[in-house]
């Protein structure tokens, strides 16, 4: 049961252009979501996170936002860089949950050409 | 400050023999979790550790078992491999903040590659 969708595998923008990468989740329960980035032989790592009292919450080039209602997050980087290259992972998790489990899409593949 | 380390980076077993992979959280870190990440999919949540105990588990079967150490440190244990257990297997790291919340923010290690053949 996959509760956390990314369905997009790949996206490919130019240096410079707005990076959008989408998530959508089914379980009404969450209310914290968290966006990972990949580099290949490394583990993820903490890009930005947002809480359910929010809609957007940005750091820098990135903004996540979130909708609610439709049960979707996105995630703008601007202006995207080639070291933004990467496979990026949306989680979610129940921030009451004390126990902390998320729970992860299946990752976008974005490549920033020059 | 070391981050999340995790041994060995890449391992080859045969289908029946059991595996244990190692983890070190982040400095400061008492909770430990585990992930499996097949090829092309996001991690999926095997366990947490907590006070030396498993304190949530995911989908996955008993032979799948780990354990904490009194320093925080953590292994995940696997039995009777399968060839469907080839994956990364990642670990994560968090505080746990006052009033008992684990910090909604997990470290992650660069994880072993276990293969089974």
């Known amino acids: 049961d996959q509760q956390v969708k990314q369905n997009s595998p790949s996206l490919s923008v130019q240096e410079g252009r707005i990076s959008i990468l989408n998530c959508d989740y089914t379980n009404s329960m969450f209310d914290y979501f968290l966006w990972y980035k990949k580099y290949p032989a490394e583990g993820p790592t903490f890009l930005i996170s947002i809480s359910s009292i929010k809609d957007k919450n940005e750091d820098g080039r990135f903004t996540v936002f979130l909708n609610k209602s439709a049960k979707h997050l996105s995630l703008h980087i601007v202006p995207s860089q080639p070291g933004d290259s990467a496979v990026y992972f949306c989680?979610?998790?129940?921030?009451?949950?004390?126990?902390?489990?998320?729970?992860f899409g299946a990752g976008t593949q974005v490549v920033v050409t020059p | 400050d070391a981050g999340v380390t995790q041994s060995p980076t890449h391992l080859i077993k045969t289908r029946g023999q059991q595996v244990t992979l190692r983890c070190s959280p982040k400095?400061?870190?008492?909770?430990v979790s585990w992930y499996q990440q097949a090829l092309g999919q996001g991690p999926q949540f095997i366990f947490q550790?907590?006070?030396?105990?498993?304190?949530q588990r995911g989908n996955f079967p008993d032979r799948f078992s780990g354990h904490q150490f009194p320093n925080y440190s953590s292994e995940l244990n696997v039995n009777a491999l399968l060839l469907g257990d080839s994956a990364l297997y990642l670990c994560?790291?968090?505080?746990?903040?006052?009033?008992?919340?684990?910090?909604?923010?997990?470290?992650f290690g660069a994880g072993t590659r276990l293969s089974v053949l």
């Open positions: 550790y907590y006070e030396e105990e498993e304190r």
């Open positions: 994560a790291s968090s505080p746990r903040l006052a009033g008992g919340l684990a910090k909604n923010i997990q470290y």
């Open positions: 400095s400061g870190h008492d909770t």
């Open positions: 989680a979610a998790s129940v921030a009451t949950d004390s126990w902390g489990k998320f729970q």
